[in-house]
T-cell receptor, first 113, second 110 residues
Framework: ETGVTQSPTHLIKTRGQQVTLRCSSQSGHNTVSWYQQALGQGPQFIFQYYREEENGRGNFPPRFSGLQFPNYSSELNVNALELDDSALYLC????????????FGPGTRLLVL | RKEVEQDPGPFNVPEGATVAFNCTYSNSASQSFFWYRQDCRKEPKLLMSVYSSGNEDGRFTAQLNRASQYISLLIRDSKLSDSATYLCVVLDTGFQKLVFGTGTRLLVSP
């Protein structure tokens, strides 16, 4: 196990609602990245947090937002949910100072109806 | 053009077979490369990093050809437990973000 945890494991929402997903870093990992994986696709980078600030963003609209807390854990918030937001949401953590290997949590499977 | 391209498969092979996956990437400045394995409905897990000199881990061998911007993964003596999706991954060093291919699905049958 990587030590990266995510909650909840599964979630069902309806269009227009808002959702918050949570990620706890592996011990010593100061950087959290979020990815969206649609069915049959590879994960797509949403954004990354380092030192509680957004440190890079992929091609996702502003309704995808996030936070990082002093203990390095992180939240992903999605407003005004759309059907296409249905996906597996993965967080990955690493130590920015020490290496490139990113370790993934088990993911949150979101279904938007 | 996609940043990382892979044949989605599926590759259907019998136990004991040797199978090879290929991947190409578009950013010639990329420096770090990986293969991740993903089981159905699970998170990706690092299988191995890929170095210019090539590297081997048991039955798995990864190769990098920078001139052709091409990465490969060879699996020898396939096991049933090797059935999974194999993701080719390139690190974008600017943001330290991982750029994934769509994955290649492998099915190993008895």
């Amino acid at each position: 196990e990587t030590g990266v945890t995510q909650s909840p494991t599964h979630l069902i929402k309806t269009r227009g609602q808002q959702v918050t997903l949570r990620c706890s870093s592996q011990s010593g990992h100061n950087t959290v990245s979020w990815y969206q994986q649609a069915l049959g696709q590879g994960p797509q980078f949403i954004f990354q947090y380092y030192r509680e600030e957004e440190n890079g963003r992929g091609n996702f609209p502003p309704r995808f937002s996030g936070l990082q807390f002093p203990n390095y854990s992180s939240e992903l918030n999605v407003n005004a949910l759309e059907l296409d937001d249905s996906a597996l949401y993965l967080c990955a953590t690493h130590d920015r100072r020490g290496g490139e290997t990113q370790y993934f949590g088990p993911g949150t499977r979101l279904l938007v109806l | 053009r996609k940043e990382v391209e892979q044949d989605p498969g599926p590759f259907n092979v019998p136990e004991g077979a040797t199978v090879a996956f290929n991947c190409t990437y578009s950013n010639s400045a990329s420096q770090s490369f990986f293969w991740y394995r993903q089981d159905c409905r699970k998170e990706p897990k690092l299988l191995m990093s890929v170095y210019s000199s090539g590297n081997e881990d048991g039955r798995f061998t990864a190769q990098l050809n920078r001139a052709s911007q091409y990465i490969s993964l060879l699996i020898r003596d396939s096991k049933l437990s090797d059935s999974a999706t194999y993701l080719c991954v390139v690190l974008d060093t600017g943001f330290q973000k991982l750029v994934f291919g769509t994955g290649t699905r492998l099915l190993v049958s008895p």
